[in-house]
């Protein structure tokens, strides 16, 4: 199966909570996104915010892994409330503002944005690696 690579919209303040636990959740704990993840896929987060609602402007990326072999599982999520989370293998990155890959991106050529708003999007290889490249310097 070939790897796919994804962004994942969400707040920094979430990205750190999954960061901790080795989990990725999104849009608010919903099934559907993470059931388009395979096993090796990598994955990135896009922060446009610090804090989910209302928290300061971000717009950088706060996290790469790959997505572990087991599939999405429920779990209890801090509102009581429960929601979908599959694992991660996160790697030591460094918070990369978006401003500084912007012109070297594909998916940013376009109406980005309204890619980020779904809260998950696919990106090519070669804007992975771009970003992998930035978040993984020494």
């Known amino acids: 199966m070939t ?18 636990g080795g989990f ?19 994955l990135i987060y896009y922060s446009p915010k610090d804090a989910w609602p209302d928290g300061a402007p971000l717009k950088a990326f706060t996290a790469i892994g790959t997505v572990g072999d087991l599939p999405p599982y429920a779990a209890e999520m801090r509102t009581g409330q429960t929601g979908y989370r599959i694992d991660i293998d996160w790697l030591t990155a460094r918070e990369t503002p978006i401003s ?3 012109d070297s991106l594909e998916f940013t ?7 980020a708003r779904r809260g998950l999007f696919e990106v090519s290889g070669t804007d992975f690696q771009t970003i992998r490249a930035a978040m993984l310097q020494e």
């Open 24 to 42: 990725a959740m999104m849009n608010h704990g919903k099934l559907a996104p993470l059931k388009r993840l395979s096993p090796g896929d990598g």
């Open 109 to 115: 050529r376009g109406n980005w944005g309204m890619l």
């Open 3 to 20: 790897q796919r690579h994804w962004i994942g919209t969400v707040s920094r303040e979430h990205v750190l909570i999954g960061v901790a």
């Open 100 to 102: 500084q890959l912007t």
